[in-house]
């Protein structure tokens, strides 16, 4: 396991988390960097990622406005800075790398199905 998500939590709705993805022996500054969440007995859903540059961005629509991704690469660690939490927000979130940030980069990452190198995750629970 190369990277590893932190900083989930319990919160109300409407309250805020920042999530952190570390790369243990990994320079995460040569890939861009996806964020995914997976509720138990559901599929794993791509959320947002940012290019190794972190000049692009994606998010899907149920997060734009709310999440923000970002990386700073001197300290190898990218973040998901996660305002307005809503109940459907709970899940477990996870970071792994790819060649490149998008709609279809995400879809590969899944298809590709390492999911053993994507860590454990990191539990945000949110509460009404």
């Known amino acids: 396991v190369q990277l590893q998500a932190s900083g989930g939590g319990l919160v109300e709705a409407g309250e805020s988390l920042t999530l952190s993805c570390t790369g243990s022996?990994?320079?995460?500054?040569?890939?861009?960097v996806l964020w995914f969440r997976q509720v138990p007995g559901k599929e794993r859903e791509g959320v947002s990622c940012i290019s190794d540059s972190g000049g692009s961005t994606y998010y899907i629509d149920s997060v734009k406005g709310r999440f923000t991704v970002s990386r700073d690469n001197a300290k190898n660690k990218v973040y998901l800075q996660m305002n307005s939490l809503k109940r459907v927000d709970t899940a477990v979130y996870y970071c792994?790398?790819?060649?490149?940030?998008?709609?279809?980069?995400?879809?590969?990452?899944?298809?590709?199905?390492?999911?053993?190198?994507w860590g454990q995750g990191t539990l945000v629970t949110v509460s009404s």
């Open positions: 792994t790398t790819w060649s490149y940030c998008s709609k279809h980069g995400m879809e590969m990452a899944l298809a590709a199905d390492d999911f053993d190198s």
């Open positions: 022996a990994l320079r995460l500054d040569d890939y861009a």
